[in-house]
């Protein structure tokens, strides 16, 4: 894993970090890396058709729809002679 030094920081943003990360439960460390995660990510293009589709549906909130029962598969009709 790759290291990174952020040098420079405002004393205010470090105490703003500081209590998001308690708010989350986490270490600055670990929040600064969810915060760059979370930013890069969203600046990257979707690269497939199937992640843009998901991703313009995704607030609809399709994942918590109910599911129905599948039914019993239905045979062809066999001809009488």
């Not at 004393?11 to 986490?26: I, P, S, T, V, Y």
Request: net charge positive; with cysteine.
């Amino acid at each position: 894993m790759a290291s990174l030094t952020i040098r420079n920081l405002d004393d205010e943003l470090k105490a703003l970090l500081r209590l998001q990360a308690a708010r989350h439960g986490c270490s600055m460390e670990q929040e600064a890396r969810d915060i760059l995660r979370r930013v890069v990510s969203a600046n990257v293009p979707a690269s497939g058709f199937a992640q843009r589709i998901h991703q313009r549906f995704a607030a609809l909130g399709v994942d918590d729809l109910p599911i129905p029962k599948r039914r019993a598969v239905r045979l062809p009709d066999v001809p009488k002679d």
